[in-house]
């Protein structure tokens, strides 16, 4: 007797007679069998685990939500007036030639001190009136709209006996003609700019008169190419040739002053610009 041996499935069976070999023909079947089933027995299990599988839901990301733009609201704004000074026009200046009778103030007179410690005062009421308290004050005014080269300048005024009143003509940044009465005096001067406030006089002309009285005068001045012509109450006091000071062309205006014995009042009626 022979002993075989026959492995199904891990497990070892003993055959204790080995019988012909004819007897084992059905071994190869079984093993076929057996194949047969361990692939089924496989294949279920497969089957079965895949069954079991958790489905995977695809998950969509979300298209992006555009925020919408907020409406624009339209607002009514009422513009605020600001506040402006309202601005003053400057009157047209005078004709070439004309009569000041200083009913109102003009931005064409400018006053310039050049001496005393105190300011003048001035006003345009129907005349011009400026009082200067402290001694020894000068003080030009200049009508600044026209430029002359022969003029005749006159104008009737008054003036307290402690002062000084007169015209000028061809003022310029080169200097000016001054003529001025005093009580019972006249004079001729060249002033001229020596710095701001401070001016110095060189005397052409200076006389005594009965025509210069203190009170009202009505005083002429006329610039006639290289010679000045003063009057007094209508008579021609002196004519004097000034070639030598070269002044040729200019402003025409006024002047006063004050003199140690103080306060002084000037004022003038009207002032009058012409050919002559």
Same mark, same amino acid.
Request: charged letters at 15%; proline letters at 9%; hydrophobic letters at 40%.
């Given at each position: 007797?022979?002993?075989?041996?026959?492995?199904?499935?891990?497990? !070892?069976?003993?055959?204790?007679?080995?019988?012909?070999? =004819?007897?084992? %023909?059905?071994? *190869?079947? +079984?093993?076929? $069998?057996?194949?047969?089933?361990?692939?089924?027995?496989?294949?279920?299990?497969?089957?079965?685990?895949?069954?079991?599988?958790?489905?995977?839901?695809?998950?969509?990301?979300? !298209?992006?939500?555009?925020?919408?733009?907020?409406?624009? =609201?339209?607002? %009514?704004?009422? *513009?605020? +007036?600001?506040? $402006?000074?309202?601005?003053?026009?400057?009157?047209?200046?005078?004709?070439?030639?004309?009569?000041?009778?200083?009913?109102?103030?003009?931005?064409?007179?400018?006053?310039?001190?050049?001496?005393?410690?105190?300011?003048?005062?001035?006003?345009?009421?129907? %005349?011009?009136?400026?009082? +200067?308290?402290?001694?020894?004050?000068?003080?030009?005014?200049?009508?600044?709209?026209?430029?002359?080269?022969?003029?005749?300048?006159?104008?009737?005024?008054?003036?307290?006996?402690?002062?000084?009143?007169?015209?000028?003509?061809?003022?310029?940044?080169?200097?000016?003609?001054?003529?001025?009465?005093?009580?019972?005096?006249?004079?001729?001067?060249?002033?001229?700019?020596?710095?701001?406030?401070?001016?110095?006089?060189?005397?052409?002309?200076?006389?005594?008169?009965?025509?210069?009285?203190?009170?009202?005068?009505?005083?002429?001045?006329?610039?006639?190419?290289?010679?000045?012509?003063?009057?007094?109450?209508?008579?021609?006091?002196?004519?004097?040739?000034?070639?030598?000071?070269?002044?040729?062309?200019?402003?025409?205006?006024?002047?006063?002053?004050?003199?140690?014995?103080?306060?002084?009042?000037?004022?003038?009626?009207?002032?009058?610009?012409?050919?002559?």
């Amino acid at each position: 007797m022979c002993r075989a041996v026959v492995l199904y499935n891990a497990r !070892t069976i003993h055959m204790k007679d080995c019988l012909p070999n =004819t007897m084992f %023909s059905w071994i *190869p079947k +079984l093993r076929f $069998t057996l194949m047969k089933k361990k692939l089924l027995i496989g294949f279920l299990l497969l089957l079965t685990s895949a069954c079991n599988l958790p489905v995977s839901t695809p998950v969509v990301d979300p !298209t992006p939500t555009q925020t919408p733009l907020p409406t624009p =609201t339209t607002v %009514s704004v009422t *513009p605020s +007036l600001v506040p $402006t000074e309202t601005a003053v026009p400057t009157p047209e200046p005078p004709p070439l030639y004309f009569t000041d009778e200083f009913d109102t103030s003009t931005p064409y007179w400018e006053f310039t001190q050049a001496a005393g410690s105190s300011l003048p005062t001035n006003a345009f009421e129907g %005349s011009l009136r400026i009082d +200067l308290p402290s001694p020894d004050t000068w003080v030009v005014g200049i009508h600044t709209a026209h430029t002359y080269e022969n003029v005749f300048v006159s104008a009737r005024s008054g003036i307290t006996p402690n002062g000084s009143v007169g015209l000028i003509c061809r003022y310029s940044e080169s200097g000016w003609y001054e003529f001025n009465i005093s009580n019972g005096s006249y004079s001729i001067l060249y002033g001229q700019w020596l710095a701001p406030g401070i001016a110095k006089y060189v005397p052409i002309i200076s006389e005594a008169s009965e025509a210069a009285l203190a009170g009202g005068s009505d005083l002429g001045f006329f610039c006639e190419d290289n010679f000045l012509q003063v009057f007094a109450n209508g008579k021609l006091l002196r004519r004097v040739d000034v070639t030598n000071y070269g002044l040729t062309e200019g402003n025409v205006g006024v002047a006063f002053a004050s003199f140690s014995e103080f306060p002084a009042a000037v004022s003038f009626d009207w002032f009058k610009v012409s050919e002559k």
